[in-house]
């Protein structure tokens, strides 16, 4: 059984800081590509961050501007978001996806609340 299971969220200041982070299980975890998305109340569920199999290449959505930093660690089978000056606009529910040729997987997401 496939799973991906999100933890770090939860309530920070404006200009805080939170680590997420992801725990695969289920798969052959280097063979997959891994992403972080976010969706927020009313809006369309939209790409955070991209990672490749080796950790070697990330890509960020513009929202990001420096702030997130993807990483992944194929001997513990985990996928981090590390996020930095968050402001409410980055209050949405998070994602973890696991990709490869012929699956896609989701979690089931863990909420990040950006107020003061």
């Known amino acids: 059984q496939v799973q991906l299971v999100e933890s770090g969220g939860g309530l920070v200041q404006p200009g805080g800081s939170l680590k997420l982070s992801c725990v695969v299980s289920?798969?052959?975890?280097?063979?997959?590509?891994f992403s972080w998305y976010r969706q927020a109340p009313g809006k369309e569920r939209e790409l955070v961050a991209h990672?490749?199999?080796?950790?070697?290449?990330?890509s960020y959505a513009d929202f990001v501007n420096g702030r997130f930093f993807i990483s992944r660690d194929n001997g513990k089978n985990m996928v981090y978001l590390r996020m930095e000056r968050l402001n409410p606009e980055d209050t949405a529910l998070y994602y973890c996806?696991?990709?490869?040729?012929?699956?896609?997987?989701w979690g089931q997401g863990t909420q990040v609340t950006v107020s003061s």
């Open positions: 996806r696991a990709t490869s040729l012929r699956d896609d997987y």
């Open positions: 289920g798969i052959t975890f280097s063979t997959y590509v």
């Open positions: 990672i490749a199999y080796t950790g070697d290449a990330t």
